[in-house]
């Protein structure tokens, strides 16, 4: 059990001062916007969880505790069809309640729409610390492609600095194996950092390679970068420019007007191009009604 369970460590008994506690009624009215108990097995977890792994001893904890306790803090909900629900957040407690051998949890039931369903359960589990930057960077990701929202906007409701928001998004440019090696706490979002630079994929693998087998510091790898950049043959294909945290925050607040992904792109003369995809003659119309 980790530290931020704080309340597992006290009985629902200790908490309320000795008053009984009622056992779960299976026939209990599950009226929206209240607790209620819900059959587990009528429970559907929620695909945008951002954290991919669970810790198995963490998990064997935890059940332990709800063995002898019960389920402290209830899960969040949402009704779906055929009396099933979906589960918005507790995804830890909702697998340690199973492996329990609990039948029933207890749940704070939420109407709320898919936008806001997706929205709930990522920005309660990106506050979370134990995920790590690669499962917050995608989540930061699927605020953007699933619920429209800027930079901007996610750095205020989490409370985050947009710069904060923006390094972690960047991390989503490096290749798989650097991503991987981020998530199973290989290197740090410092190390990976550091690698951006380098776009060559074999590159950023050898990169890591070392720092894994050598135990490079984030500092000793920005050396490293910099002297294969030094290196590596000069290519005659145009230089890639980076767009400011500034024009990335008005293509994504664009995007979200327009209803589609507008993509900026310029050359170091600050000459480029903006692009507006459609897929048919009516989303073409509905955006230039738009832009009019």
Do not use: W
Not at 265 to 287: C, H, N, Q, V, Y
């Amino acid at each position: 059990m980790t530290k931020n369970d704080k309340p597992l460590g006290r009985g629902l008994g200790a908490i309320l001062g000795g008053v009984e506690i009622p056992t779960a009624n299976p026939q209990t009215h599950h009226a929206t916007g209240s607790n209620s108990f819900i059959k587990i097995e009528s429970i559907d977890v929620n695909p945008y969880q951002p954290r991919a792994k669970f810790d198995e001893d963490e998990l064997k904890q935890l059940a332990d505790s709800i063995k002898t306790y019960g389920l402290i803090q209830p899960v969040t909900v949402r009704p779906i069809e055929n009396g099933k629900y979906q589960l918005i957040s507790g995804e830890r407690r909702l697998r340690a309640a199973k492996m329990a051998g609990l039948t029933e949890i207890p749940a704070y039931v939420r109407t709320v729409d898919d936008v806001q369903s997706v929205q709930m359960a990522l920005v309660e589990n990106i506050q979370r610390k134990d995920l790590n930057a690669i499962e917050i960077a995608l989540s930061y990701q699927m605020l953007i492609d699933e619920c429209h929202l800027s930079q901007t906007e996610i750095s205020e409701k989490l409370g985050k600095d947009i710069s904060t928001v923006s390094n972690y998004l960047r991390l989503l440019k490096l290749s798989t194996p650097v991503q991987v090696a981020v998530r199973d706490n290989q290197i740090s979002m410092a190390h990976a950092r550091a690698i951006l630079p380098v776009e060559d994929e074999k590159q950023q693998a050898t990169i890591v390679n070392k720092i894994i087998s050598e135990g490079l510091s984030s500092r000793q790898t920005e050396s490293l970068v910099k002297k294969t950049l030094a290196e590596a043959p000069a290519k005659k294909t145009k230089v890639k420019i980076t767009l400011s945290d500034e024009v990335r925050n008005f293509q994504s607040e664009f995007s979200k007007k327009l209803k589609t992904k507008v993509n900026i792109r310029k050359d170091m003369s600050g000459k480029g191009t903006m692009t507006i995809p459609f897929a048919s003659d009516d989303e073409l119309k509905r955006i230039i009604k738009l832009l009019q």
